[in-house]
C-alpha cells in the first residue's frame, strides 16, 4: 500500500519586523496563534492531528518542548503529539519533510509541519566565564572553593551576550558569508536591487489580489505583513547604503537584505485518501525532497549555496529536470543568494532558470525571514499556486540555511 | 470613562441617581430557562384551541385566569373594589384571542389582563394569540385585529419587572406544531428583550419537533462573526448544537479563529461584498463538513456605520454601508437560492437577517444605514414572498440598543437615555438578538416566514 503526503492548506502569522507589533509575543505564542488559524479554518477545534512537527532557530532553554507547548495551548485534542525540530532556516521545510515522510510511511495520516521564530524574544545569555563559574560555585563543596569560584569572575563576564547570527567555525555573520558569496559570484548591485523590488511587487499583488485571505490569520492587531514596502523603487533601493562586504565588492544593503523577522507558518499535510475523505483541497502533493551540505568552513564552497548540491540529486532520483517546474520558490536570504545559486545552477550545467517563474509572489525579501517560518510559508502558497495551475503543475523550493546546509524540495498539483 | 459616567457609577451618584428617579433596571430572564410560576391560560370564547395545544406540547401545565368581573373584585385598603389577586404570583398569562372578532368581545380581554398586569412575577409574560386580519372577515374583525395590536402595544408599556408582553396573529390553519416554537421562545427567557412586538405564524411548509439542541449535525453561517453581536449570535447557534462557519474580513482574523475554535466551528476570512463571496462560503462549507453538507441557516449580521449628517455625506460613505449591509447579503443569497452545490443551501434553508430600529424610525446621522437596515425589511418581506413554493424561510431582527463595543463608544448621557427610553428601562444583550435570530431559524419555526422583529426592549423610537 502506498501513500501520498498532500498539502491540504496552510495558515501563518502576518510577518513583521522584529522589535516592533510582536515584541512582546514568544516564539510560542506565534506558533499557537498560527497552529489555531489553521485549526479554526479546517474547524479541527478539539480534534487529533496525528503530529505536529515544527521548531525555532532562536530557542530559549526553556522552550525545549516548544511544539508541545503550542499543540497544548492551541484548540487541537491534547492527544495531538508534537515534536520539535531544528535544521536552522530549513528548519520549516525539514518539519514538512520528516511529517510527508511519515505520510508515506502510513505512520500518520494528518500532520501539521511548520516554525516559528521571534528576533524580537531572543533568548540572552551570559558569557562563558559567568557560566562556568557558577556551575564551578554550585559543585564547590566549602565555602572557600566556592567564593574562589566565584571570585574568577571578571568584570567583563557580567556582560550579557546578545545573540548573533555567526557561523561558529568561520566567525562570520550570515551577512558577511553571503559577501564573500556575492563577490565571487559576481553579483552586481542592480541584479540585487531589481530581485528584492520584484519581490515587493509580487508580495503587494498577492495581497492585494487577496490570494492571502485562507493563508494568514491577523495576529496582534496586524493584518499585512510589515515588511513589505509596494510602494518601493528601484531608485529608492539604489540610494541605501551597503551594509555587508567591503569598498567597492560592496553591494550588499538592508534593501536587498533580508531584515530580522517575528512570526510562524504551518501547514496541513495528510495522506491522499484522508484529504479526499474529508474533501479537503488536495493542493499538492509531496514528491521528494533532498538535503544537501556544503564544504564553506575551508572556503572551497559557498555558505548558503548548498541547494545547488541538492539540486541535481532531486532532479535526477526523479528523472527531471529544471524545465519541468513552472514555478520556483528560492528562499531569498539576500538578493544575491538566490542570484548566485540560479548562477551556480547554470554553471555546474544543472540548468537555466526562467526568472519569470520564480518567487511570483514575493519572498523573504519582501515578506520578511522569521527564519524557521519560512518553509511553511513557501509550501503553502506555492502549492495553493500550483492547484491552481491545475494537475501536474510542478514546483521546486529551496532554502539555504546556516551551516551551510540546503533543503529543497518538489510539490505537484494532483 | 467620562468624569461624568466615573461620578454616575460611583456609590455617591448611584444614591442621587436613585433619589431623582433613575432605578436600576430590572435584571431580566434569560436563556432556555421557563417562568417560575404558573402558567394562565386564558380562552376567550371562540378560541380554537391551539395554544392549550401548544402549551400541552411543551408539557406546560395551565393555571386558570382570574376574570375582573364584579365576583372576583375585593376592596382594597382605600375601600376600592379591585379584582382579587392571584395567591401565586403567574409566570406568565396566555390569552387565546383567536376568536375575537367584534368590539364587544374585546372586553374579554380587559377582563383576564387586568388581574394579571400587577400580579406576574418578575420578567412574566403576557402572551396573546389572535387571529390574522388576513383570515378574519368584515369590517369590524378588521378593526378589532389591530385592536389587539393597540392592546398589546399598551400592555407591554404598563408591564413591570422586566415583564414583556407579545402578540402572535395566526394565519389560517395554523396548528400546535406550528405555533409550539413561538411559544416556547415566548415563555422562555430567549424572548427577555422582546417586548410590545406583534408577529405572524402561519402553517410550516415543512414541520420539525421542537428540540433543546434544534441544530444539531447542521450547518449554520453567521457573518461578522469575529465580535460583538456576531459573536454571541455563533455561541447561541453553537450552544443549540450548530456547526457554525463563523465569517468576518482577514483583518478580524485573530479574534474569529479564537471565535471559531472556542466553539467548535471553523472560520472564513471573507469580505463579504467579494462578488463570488456566496460561492466561497459554499466551498469553505464543503471542504470543512464535506461534499455532501448544505447549510441550514445563514444569519447575515455583518455590518457596518458610516455615521454622517446628510449635509456632509459623500457617495464614498454612502455607497460602502449599503454594499456592506444590504447588496451583499442579496448577492449571497442568490447565489446560493440558485443551481444546487456542494455547501450550498439545503432544502429547507433559513435565511435571516439584521434590520434595525435605525431602519424602522429614522436615526439622526444615519441615512445611508437606515437605507440599507430599512432595505433588508424590505428585501426579507419580498424574498419570503418568492419562496412561497419553496420550504426555505426568511426572517429578520431589528435590534434596539444593544450594549456592544459599538454603542460603548456612544458619549455617556446619550447612552444613558438610549439605554432607558424602552419598556424594560435598559439596553439588551447580544445574546437577545442571537436568541431570537435561533428561535426564527429553528426547525420547529418553519411557520414564522417573512417576519421582522424588534429586539428593543420595546424601544420608544419607531414603535
Known amino acids: ?414 | 470613562m467620562s468624569v461624568l459616567e466615573t461620578l454616575f457609577n460611583s456609590p455617591l451618584g448611584q444614591l442621587v441617581a436613585k433619589q431623582a428617579g433613575l432605578k436600576p433596571p430590572p435584571k431580566l430572564r434569560r436563556g432556555r430557562v421557563l417562568p417560575t410560576g404558573p402558567v394562565v391560560l386564558a380562552e376567550l370564547p371562540g378560541a380554537d384551541g391551539a395554544a392549550r395545544a401548544a402549551l400541552g406540547l411543551l408539557d406546560v401545565e395551565t393555571a386558570d385566569p382570574i376574570a375582573d368581573v364584579a365576583e372576583n373584585r375585593i376592596a382594597d385598603d382605600r375601600g376600592r373594589q379591585v379584582p382579587r389577586p392571584y395567591t401565586t404570583p403567574p409566570g406568565a398569562v396566555v390569552v387565546d384571542a383567536t376568536g375575537v372578532r367584534t368590539i364587544a368581545e374585546l372586553e374579554g380581554l380587559r377582563q383576564v389582563l387586568r388581574p394579571a398586569v400587577r400580579s406576574l412575577e418578575r420578567s412574566g409574560r403576557v402572551i396573546i394569540v389572535a387571529t390574522d386580519a388576513s383570515a378574519v372577515e368584515g369590517l369590524e374583525a378588521h378593526a378589532v385585529a389591530q385592536g389587539i395590536d393597540g392592546i398589546n402595544r399598551t400592555v407591554a408599556k404598563e408591564l413591570r419587572a422586566g415583564s414583556t408582553s407579545n402578540l402572535l396573529f395566526l394565519r389560517g390553519d395554523t396548528g400546535a406544531d406550528d405555533l409550539v416554537s413561538t411559544m416556547s421562545f415566548l415563555l422562555e427567557g430567549r424572548s427577555a428583550f422582546v417586548s410590545g412586538q406583534t408577529w405572524r405564524v402561519g402553517p410550516a411548509k415543512a414541520l420539525h419537533a421542537l428540540d433543546d439542541r434544534p441544530f444539531e449535525g447542521r450547518v449554520v453561517v453567521v457573518t461578522g462573526a469575529a465580535r460583538g453581536i456576531g459573536t454571541a449570535i455563533a455561541e447561541v447557534f453553537a450552544r443549540d448544537g450548530a456547526s457554525v462557519v463563523a465569517i468576518d474580513v482577514p483583518a478580524g482574523g485573530d479574534s474569529l479563529a479564537q471565535v471559531a475554535n472556542r466553539i467548535g466551528g471553523s472560520a472564513l476570512q471573507l469580505d463579504i461584498t467579494a462578488a463570488d463571496a456566496g460561492e466561497r462560503i459554499a466551498a469553505h462549507v464543503a471542504r470543512v463538513h464535506g461534499a455532501d453538507a448544505r447549510i441550514w441557516a445563514i444569519v447575515h449580521n455583518a455590518g457596518i456605520t458610516r455615521d454622517k449628517m446628510l449635509a456632509n455625506l459623500d457617495e464614498k460613505l454612502w455607497g460602502q454601508v449599503l454594499e456592506v449591509n444590504l447588496a451583499a447579503e442579496i448577492r449571497i443569497n442568490d447565489y446560493l437560492l440558485g443551481d444546487v452545490v456542494p455547501g450550498g443551501f439545503g432544502d429547507e434553508a433559513r435565511i435571516v437577517g439584521i434590520a434595525s430600529t435605525s431602519g424602522v424610525a429614522g436615526n439622526k446621522g444615519q441615512t445611508n444605514y437606515a437605507a440599507s437596515k430599512a432595505g433588508v425589511m424590505g428585501y426579507t418581506w419580498e424574498l419570503s414572498r418568492q419562496l412561497a413554493d419553496r420550504p426555505i424561510t426568511a426572517g429578520a431582527v431589528a435590534p434596539g440598543f444593544i450594549e456592544t463595543e459599538m454603542t460603548g463608544a456612544i458619549p455617556f448621557v446619550q447612552r444613558e437615555i438610549f439605554r432607558r427610553t424602552n419598556s424594560l428601562g435598559q439596553g439588551g444583550r447580544p445574546v437577545d438578538v442571537a436568541e431570537t435570530l435561533a428561535y426564527l431559524c429553528s426547525p420547529a419555526s418553519g411557520g414564522v416566514d417573512g417576519q421582522v422583529i424588534r429586539v428593543c426592549g420595546q424601544n420608544l423610537v419607531g414603535a
Not at chain 1, 568584570?155 to 545573540?163: A, R
Not at chain 1, 559577501?179 to 498577492?206: F, G, I, K, M, P
Open chain 1, 1 to 414: 500500500m502506498t501513500h501520498t503526503a498532500v498539502v491540504v492548506g496552510g495558515n501563518r502569522t502576518p510577518f513583521v519586523k522584529a522589535g516592533t507589533k510582536y515584541a512582546s509575543a514568544s516564539a510560542q505564542d506565534l506558533l499557537t496563534a498560527a497552529i489555531d488559524g489553521l485549526v479554526a479554518r479546517f474547524g479541527l477545534a478539539g480534534a487529533k492531528i496525528d503530529e505536529v512537527a515544527a521548531g525555532a532557530v532562536l530557542k530559549h532553554s526553556r522552550d525545549f518542548n516548544l511544539t508541545r507547548e503550542s499543540v497544548l495551548g492551541s484548540a487541537l485534542s491534547p492527544h495531538t503529539p508534537a515534536v520539535d525540530l531544528a535544521q536552522a532556516c530549513a528548519t520549516g521545510l525539514e518539519a514538512v519533510i520528516y511529517t510527508s515522510n511519515k505520510i508515506r510511511l502510513g505512520q500518520a495520516r494528518s500532520a501539521i509541519a511548520g516554525g516559528t521564530d521571534s528576533a524580537s524574544d531572543a533568548p540572552i545569555v551570559v558569557t562563558e566565564g559567568l557560566r562556568k563559574a557558577i556551575l564551578r560555585a554550585s559543585r564547590a563543596r566549602s565555602l572557600g572553593d566556592r567564593l574562589k569560584a566565584l571570585a574568577s569572575i571578571r568584570p567583563s563576564d557580567l556582560m550579557p551576550v546578545p545573540p548573533a547570527v555567526i557561523e561558529p567555525r568561520t566567525g562570520l555573520s550570515m551577512g558577511e558569508s553571503q559577501a564573500l558569496t556575492t563577490t565571487r559570484w559576481e553579483v552586481s548591485r542592480e541584479d540585487q536591487d531589481q530581485l528584492s523590488y520584484d519581490s515587493h511587487q509580487n508580495l503587494a499583488r498577492a495581497w492585494d489580489s487577496g490570494f492571502f485571505d485562507d493563508l494568514v490569520t491577523a495576529y496582534r492587531g496586524v493584518s499585512r505583513d510589515s515588511i513589505l514596502r509596494a510602494d518601493t523603487t528601484l531608485e529608492k533601493l539604489a540610494s541605501l547604503r551597503t551594509v555587508f562586504g567591503r569598498g567597492d565588492d560592496a553591494t550588499m544593503t538592508a534593501g536587498n537584505s533580508t531584515a530580522l523577522t517575528d512570526g510562524a507558518a504551518v501547514v496541513l499535510l495528510a495522506e491522499e485518501s484522508l484529504a479526499r475523505e474529508r474533501n479537503w483541497p488536495v493542493l499538492a502533493k509531496v514528491v521528494d525532497s533532498q538535503i544537501a551540505a556544503a564544504d564553506y568552513v575551508t572556503g572551497a564552497e559557498d555558505l548558503l549555496l548548498a541547494p545547488t548540491r541538492a539540486i541535481p540529486e532531486l532532479l535526477e532520483r526523479g528523472g527531471l529536470t529544471l524545465d519541468d517546474f513552472e514555478l520556483f520558490e528560492f528562499h531569498e536570504a539576500f538578493a544575491s543568494t538566490v542570484l548566485a545559486t540560479l548562477k551556480a545552477l547554470e554553471q555546474n550545467g544543472v540548468g537555466a532558470v526562467d526568472r519569470a517563474k520564480v518567487n511570483v509572489d514575493g519572498s523573504s525579501l519582501a515578506a520578511g525571514h522569521p527564519f524557521a517560518a519560512t518553509g511553511g510559508r513557501i509550501v503553502a502558497s506555492l502549492a495553493k499556486r500550483l492547484a491552481e495551475r491545475g494537475s501536474g503543475a510542478k514546483g521546486l523550493i529551496s532554502i539555504c540555511a546556516a551551516g551551510g546546509q540546503g533543503a529543497v524540495m518538489i510539490l505537484e498539483a494532483l
